[in-house]
Each structure stands twice: as structure tokens, then as C-alpha cells.
């Protein structure tokens, strides 16, 4: 393609996720009970299909043959799926949630770049999710926060503590 051509891509939203799996009713109440996810159809190979709103389905579990686990940190790999909810006060909500269900938190705060609230953890198949809310918004004129305000943290509790200027997070 010459510097000249633009891509005729044009995507509206990220469609869904598809997850093989090495236990499939593990990771079925995984994503029913824990994520609250509601299982849509089951396909002729054993695939389950699950839903959170009106789309057909969101995330999809597929049966592994293999048992091998995930990569290593440094070998290439599918990283983590993220998730919008609706604010920070439920992600206090959630992170309590998860805990007293035994889901072990792997970070909770702010990180950077989007300076979007989170709490990441993994499925039983050490696939890693994050549950985010109140992410940055690019407007017309195409710019991000300068990164001398991200202000990152560590937990729920310091994020309400060091705000970022112009987000809310009720």
C-alpha cells in the first residue's frame, strides 16, 4: 500500500473474543457466576456462546484439546481482554466481589496512557481480564492527555484520593 492509500477498514467496535479453554463448564460458570455473562447457544463442536447485552455474543469458550497452559510473560501472546463498566464505584464493588468469590486480584489503580481506573485478574485459565471504567475520550481534535497527568495508582482508594483533572468517576 503506498503512503498515499488509507485503509478502507472502518471498524465500529471490537466484536468478541473467543477463549479455548481447558475445562469448558469451569470456565462456563466462570462467566456466568463471576462475570455475569448469559450463555446465548451451544454449537454443534461444544462451543459456548455468552452474551452481556443484546449482541448474539461477546465472549465464546472453545473446548482445548491441550493442556499447556499459558505462555511466559516474554514469549508473544494474547495479553489481556478488557471490559468497560459503567463506573468507579463499581469497581469497588466488583474488586470486593471477586475477592470473597476467592478470584485473586493481580492490580487494581490507574496505570497510564487512557488513565482509566481498573481491577485485573485472571480466568481460571490464566487468561487476564481487567474490569475498567471513566476511560479517557479522544475528541475532534485527536489529542490524549499529555502524560504528565496520568497520575498513576495503586489501589481503588488512591485513585478517588488523586483525581485526574476533568474526569468524574461516579
Same mark, same amino acid.
Given at each position: ?36 455473562? /448469559? %450463555? ?34 516474554? /514469549? ?51 487468561? /487476564? ?7 479517557? /475520550? ?20 488512591? %485513585? ?11
Amino acid at each position: 500500500m503506498s503512503s498515499e492509500e488509507t485503509t478502507p477498514v472502518k471498524v465500529k467496535k471490537i466484536g468478541h473474543v473467543v477463549f479455548n479453554v481447558s475445562d469448558l463448564e469451569r470456565s462456563t460458570k466462570f462467566w456466568t457466576e463471576i462475570m455475569g455473562f /448469559q %450463555v446465548s447457544d451451544v454449537n454443534e463442536r461444544g462451543m459456548i456462546f455468552l452474551r452481556n447485552a443484546s449482541d448474539h455474543h461477546t465472549v465464546a469458550l472453545f473446548p482445548s484439546k491441550s493442556n499447556k497452559g499459558q505462555p511466559e510473560p516474554d /514469549q508473544v501472546a494474547f495479553n489481556h481482554f478488557a471490559l468497560e463498566v459503567g463506573s468507579v464505584t463499581e469497581l469497588f464493588k466488583i474488586r470486593d466481589f471477586l475477592k470473597a468469590k476467592g478470584v485473586p486480584i493481580l492490580y487494581e489503580g490507574r496505570r497510564g496512557p487512557g488513565c482509566n481506573p481498573g481491577v485485573e485478574f485472571t480466568d481460571p485459565d490464566g487468561f /487476564q481480564i481487567e474490569l475498567y471504567a471513566s476511560m479517557d /475520550q479522544i475528541g475532534w481534535e485527536g489529542e490524549s492527555r499529555p502524560a504528565e497527568q496520568w497520575s498513576r495508582a495503586t489501589t481503588l482508594e488512591e %485513585v478517588l484520593e488523586k483525581p485526574i483533572p476533568g474526569v468524574s468517576y461516579e
